[in-house]
Each structure stands twice: as structure tokens, then as C-alpha cells.
């Protein structure tokens, strides 16, 4: 009777502890021309980034296993600058399923290339809101915390900003930290940037135009494809208006880096003056990738969205 009271409590336990977390993300560490012994070292982090990532509760919401945000990270090593201490870059990618469909739409693809850490096997990956104790667990919470906030976006009009605001925070913490990324005057597209576009007002309208595009848009697919469309439309004439009054924006850049491949897709099997519409608006507000808006007119895609079935908010 113990044994089976016991077993019923770590059961009980097991399944609280697994609706608690809000990443499902997957952790993927390469590194080319390292020793075989650096390999070892980075397979042993890629275990801990991990547990770090999806172990932890990093919002005061009860997930479903079937709600977590799917997510991956790709940490590429390039090199190795002392005992400890590695630099490379860090791809960030997150999703969220379509409502009553089986498809998930991208909601943030980003490549960081300042990232510097340091990583001792088997130590713990130590990591707390109010400070900065290293620079690897600050960056991976702050992109815990970046892919949450874009979620929530797509589901509740700025319904990110807690996240974002946690996000926020970490870069405040890390200004006199030595590595790169976290100061504005290192340049003009780091994560000091991304989170001053984020909460500049002049900006509003792009995170506005994420629940637009998902929960109006896309969320609505398969009741009115052409409502959807239409809607869709609605959120790029919002982007298209930031970007005329603040054009280059980083964050802008992301979305359409985000997107571009799916409003093809979309709009490939629209009604002519629709695509035309589209294709203006795209070309405008991403410039450099015209030639690949042009394929709108130029091809009918089979692939368009479907998707598994939407989270609950």
C-alpha cells in the first residue's frame, strides 16, 4: 500500500512539474575545428542549455505539455579565446501552431553574432533575474524570454510586454558586462536595440500587427480563407506605416527575416490585385528581398498555411 502511495504521489508530482514549463525547445550545439576534447565539453553544455531552457519556470502561467512553445537553438562555436572561454554565434527560432490546422507558423528567426561565454564542465548553469552572473545564462534568458513575449503578442495585443520587460531588465543588468551585445554604442542591431525598438512607441504598431497577422489572420484560416488574407493584409499596411515614419528598424528586419519565405506562400494563390497590393507593400518595407516578393506573381504554392491545433490564452 506504501509503495503504491508513493508511486501515485511522484506520478502526481511528475505530471504538475511537466505543466509548469513553458518551453518545448530544442538545443543544438556545432562546433567545427574543435578538439575532440572541446566536442565533449560542448556536448556536456548542450545538456545543460538544455535542462537550463526547458526545466525552468520562466512565467507564473500552467502550461500543458501540448501548449509549450516550440522553439530551437542552434549555438555555433567557431573558436576557442581562452581556457573556459568560447565565441560564436546563437540562432534563435520559435513557432506557434495555426488554429485547427496542422501547421505552425514562424514567429521569430534570429542570428546573434555576439556571443562570447564562458563554460566550465559540470559546474551549474547559475542564473537569477535581479543579477548578471554570466554571460551565457544572461543570453539564453533573454531569448527564453524574447520567444515568450512574441508568443503571447501573436495570442493578446502586447500581451508580451511582462516578458519583454523581463528581457528588458537583463540588458539593463548587463551594461557593465565585458562582452558585447548588450550596449547601444556597439552598433545599431544587437539586444540592446531590439529591445529599444520593442518598447519605442513609434514601433507600437509592429507588435500590434503581430496578433493581427496570427490571431485575426491566420487563426481564422480555415473559417475564411479570404477574411484571413484580408486581415493579414491589414497587419502589413500597419508595418508598412512604421516604416515610413522610422524606416530601418531592427526589429522590422527580424519579422520580414521571420516571415518572408510564409507571405509568399500565402499570397501565391490570391486573387491577382491582392498579390499586387502585397507585393508593393513587401518590396517597400524589405527592399533588399524584392526579387523574392516578385515570386508572388510568379508561382502557385501548394504549401500554403495549415497547422495543429492553436494554444488557448
Not at 244 to 255: A, C, D, E, K, V
Amino acid at each position: 500500500m506504501k509503495k503504491l502511495l508513493l508511486s501515485f504521489l511522484i506520478l502526481f508530482f511528475s505530471i504538475t512539474f511537466s505543466r509548469s514549463q513553458e518551453l518545448q525547445c530544442m538545443i543544438q550545439i556545432s562546433s567545427p575545428g574543435m578538439s575532440e576534447t572541446d566536442r565533449q565539453i560542448l556536448q556536456t553544455l548542450q545538456s545543460d542549455i538544455y535542462e537550463f531552457i526547458n526545466q525552468r519556470n520562466w512565467t507564473d502561467y500552467q502550461y500543458e505539455p501540448e501548449e509549450r512553445i516550440e522553439a530551437s537553438i542552434l549555438i555555433t562555436v567557431n573558436e576557442k579565446v581562452g581556457s573556459d572561454e568560447y565565441r560564436g554565434t546563437i540562432q534563435v527560432q520559435s513557432r506557434r501552431p495555426v488554429y485547427q490546422t496542422s501547421y505552425s507558423s514562424p514567429i521569430i528567426n534570429h542570428n546573434d553574432r555576439d556571443f562570447i561565454f564562458r563554460y566550465v564542465e559540470d559546474q551549474p548553469l547559475e542564473y537569477a533575474d535581479n543579477t548578471h552572473t554570466s554571460n551565457l545564462t544572461s543570453v539564453l534568458a533573454y531569448y527564453a524570454y524574447l520567444i515568450i513575449g512574441f508568443d503571447f503578442d501573436t495570442f493578446t495585443p502586447m500581451g508580451g510586454t511582462p516578458y519583454f520587460e523581463k528581457a528588458q531588465a537583463i540588458v539593463n543588468l548587463a551594461q557593465n558586462a565585458p562582452e558585447r551585445g548588450w550596449k547601444s554604442f556597439e552598433g545599431q542591431r544587437n539586444r540592446y536595440w531590439l529591445m529599444e525598438n520593442i518598447f519605442n512607441s513609434r514601433y507600437s504598431n509592429v507588435r500590434q500587427a503581430l496578433y493581427t497577422y496570427h490571431r485575426l489572420g491566420f487563426d481564422r484560416m480555415t473559417e475564411n480563407m479570404e477574411m484571413a488574407r484580408t486581415e493579414v493584409v491589414n497587419a502589413l499596411e500597419m508595418l508598412q506605416r512604421t516604416h515610413r515614419q522610422r524606416p530601418g528598424s531592427y526589429l522590422m528586419s527580424i519579422i520580414m527575416t521571420t516571415k518572408g519565405d510564409e507571405l509568399v506562400n500565402l499570397f501565391s494563390e490570391a486573387p491577382a490585385m491582392e498579390k499586387n497590393q502585397v507585393v508593393q507593400i513587401l518590396s517597400e518595407i524589405d527592399p533588399a528581398n524584392s526579387a523574392r516578393y516578385r515570386r508572388i506573381n510568379q508561382q502557385q504554392s501548394g504549401s500554403g498555411p495549415g497547422g495543429a491545433q492553436g494554444r488557448p490564452r
